[in-house]
């Protein structure tokens, strides 16, 4: 069965250090992998997304992602945090079901402090 | 600019009672869902649709039941509802088939008491 693993549920960093937000997924071949935030009282937005293109995955408001095969994993980072930034984050993977049917993990909390 | 709105904001329910939790979205996409979002559980998908009048069981459908009359409305109902369906409720949507983005909704935030 296909998983997503979010290592860490709060990440706290200073406003202007480096982001990294660690997932790893498990599944029995190369799936489809997704970042979205979720901003307070807001509803979930796409970051960024993996589809066996390019392994480093640029997204918006400078976060990137990479697709490292052989440690199963899908980090997301961003070398300088902005208070904007604090949020809820979601590593999510698409299941092949012939579907859109997506796999959530259980959220990172990014905290930062001025 | 892409839209997905949800009928409340809060609600506040009766054990028992019957809910409604409506979703419309503007972007004539083809498929909706709901999920559940729970602390330390991420969002969990109770009941998707990929066309009018079609719906499919998601991974927690018990104690839930949909209808999607119209392409533009997925509602779901909690036929009686019970203290441990207390959650914030989300709807998204995304057209055609194979993957692309799902929109979503800004969420209801339900507390059955």
């Known amino acids: 069965a296909q998983s997503v693993t979010q290592l860490d549920s709060h990440v706290s960093v200073s406003e202007g250090t480096p982001v990294l937000l660690r997932c790893n997924y498990s599944?029995?071949?190369?799936?489809?992998l997704f970042w979205y935030v979720q901003h307070p009282n807001k509803g979930l937005q796409l970051l960024l997304k993996?589809?066996?293109?390019?392994?480093l995955v640029k997204g918006i408001n400078g976060f990137e992602a990479e697709f490292k095969k052989s440690e199963t994993s899908f980090h997301l980072t961003k070398p300088s945090a902005h208070m904007s930034d604090a949020a809820e984050y979601f590593c999510?993977?698409?299941?092949?079901?012939?579907?859109?049917?997506?796999?959530f993990g259980t959220g990172t909390r990014l905290l930062v402090s001025p | 600019d892409v839209k997905v709105t949800q009928s409340s904001r809060y609600l506040v329910k009766r054990t028992g009672e019957k809910v409604f939790l409506e979703c419309v979205q503007d972007?004539?996409?083809?498929?909706m869902f709901w999920y559940r979002q729970d602390p330390g559980l991420g969002l969990r998908l109770i009941y998707f649709?990929?066309?009018?009048?079609?719906?499919e069981k998601g991974d927690i459908p018990e104690g839930y039941s949909v209808s999607r009359e119209k392409k533009e409305r997925f509602s779901l109902i909690l036929e009686s509802a019970s203290t441990n369906q207390t959650s914030m409720y989300l709807c998204?949507?995304?057209?055609?088939?194979?993957?692309?983005?799902?929109?979503f909704g800004p969420g209801t935030r339900l507390t059955v008491t």
């Open positions: 998204a949507s995304s057209r055609g088939t194979g993957y692309s983005e799902q929109y």
């Open positions: 599944s029995s071949y190369s799936p489809s």
């Open positions: 993996y589809t066996s293109a390019a392994t």
């Open positions: 999510v993977a698409l299941m092949n079901t012939g579907f859109q049917k997506l796999v």
């Open positions: 972007m004539d996409h083809e498929n």
């Open positions: 649709s990929y066309d009018v009048k079609m719906k």
